[in-house]
């Protein structure tokens, strides 16, 4: 069965530092790309970044330049997501997806089609 188990969230003091890790199995890991996404209470999901496992390529959100980074570990076939400098404006679930087609152009990566799978989310909470 396929998995994306997204984990690593909680209770943040603005302006520190979480890192989320999407642990995935029942797919060939190297064929897929993977993207974090979030949705803020009342709001619509959004892209936040993406890596491409075969080459590494990543891509990001724009207000999420310089804040987050997106990594792989391919042996423990596990992306994380390094996110600094939080406002509680990044207050949301974060969820991890995997797709074939996914992450191959940066104007797409946050196209929710293109992912074939879908992780639960993990809650990030910022306090202010």
């Known amino acids: 069965d396929v998995q994306l188990q997204a984990s690593g969230g909680g209770l943040v003091q603005a302006g520190g530092s979480l890192r989320l890790s999407c642990a995935a199995s029942?797919?060939?890991?190297?064929?897929?790309?993977i993207g974090w996404f979030r949705q803020a209470p009342g709001k619509e999901r959004e892209g936040v970044a993406c890596?491409?496992?075969?080459?590494?390529?990543?891509y990001y959100a724009d207000s999420m330049k310089g804040r987050f980074t997106i990594s792989k570990n391919n042996a423990k076939k596990t992306v994380y997501l390094h996110m600094n400098s939080l406002t509680p404006e990044d207050t949301a679930v974060y969820s991890c997806?995997?797709?074939?087609?996914?992450?191959?152009?940066?104007?797409?990566?946050?196209?929710?089609?293109?992912?074939?799978?879908w992780g639960q989310g993990t809650l990030v909470t910022v306090s202010s």
């Open positions: 029942g797919f060939t890991f190297d064929d897929y790309g």
């Open positions: 890596i491409r496992n075969s080459d590494g390529n990543t």
């Open positions: 997806a995997a797709g074939q087609q996914a992450c191959v152009y940066p104007s797409d990566f946050a196209r929710v089609g293109l992912y074939d799978y």
